[in-house]
């Protein structure tokens, strides 16, 4: 029997590896919150970062084992409406060994239907060595 791991840890990380997260439909937005776009149909600029986290949870490796949460640099290109599908990709673009870990920074992009990237940001972790 074979046991999944319940973590991604530093040295299980690799350069330039992509995790691609199921897709999902936006919909009804302000019926669940009660907000009012500005925009009929826009859906607010953060929802789609956050749903993207979630969709992270989906995919079949395990999280990573973050110690700290060390920056996020975050740029909305085009904006999602009502209808749009969405996923997520992720992306290690530089990791560096630290004496308890090791830092790692991603690559993170919501691609909309048509294959457009809507938002995309840099997320810098820093991720916990293997137990001995």
């Given at each position: 029997?074979?046991?999944?791991?319940?973590?991604?840890?530093?040295?299980?990380?690799?350069?330039?590896?992509?995790?691609?997260?199921?897709?999902?439909?936006?919909?009804?937005?302000?019926?669940?919150?009660?907000?009012?776009?500005?925009?009929?149909?826009?859906?607010a600029?953060?929802?789609?970062?956050?749903?993207?986290?979630?969709?992270?949870?989906?995919?079949?490796?395990?999280?990573?084992?973050v110690?700290?949460?060390?920056?996020?640099?975050?740029?909305?290109v085009?904006?999602?409406?009502?209808?749009?599908?969405?996923?997520?990709?992720?992306?290690?673009?530089?990791?560096?060994?630290?004496?308890?870990?090791?830092?790692?920074?991603?690559?993170?992009?919501?691609?909309?239907?048509?294959?457009?990237?809507?938002?995309?940001?840099?997320?810098?972790?820093?991720?916990?060595?293997?137990?001995?």
């Amino acid at each position: 029997m074979t046991v999944a791991a319940s973590h991604t840890f530093f040295e299980d990380t690799k350069l330039n590896d992509l995790v691609t997260s199921p897709a999902m439909t936006l919909s009804l937005y302000s019926g669940i919150t009660g907000d009012v776009a500005v925009e009929p149909g826009a859906v607010a600029e953060l929802l789609p970062l956050c749903l993207s986290i979630g969709l992270g949870w989906r995919v079949p490796q395990p999280p990573l084992a973050v110690l700290a949460f060390m920056s996020m640099d975050y740029q909305i290109v085009r904006p999602l409406r009502v209808g749009d599908t969405v996923y997520g990709t992720s992306r290690v673009v530089s990791r560096r060994t630290m004496r308890e870990g090791g830092i790692v920074i991603e690559d993170h992009e919501i691609i909309n239907q048509r294959g457009e990237v809507a938002q995309r940001g840099r997320f810098t972790f820093l991720v916990a060595r293997r137990p001995a």
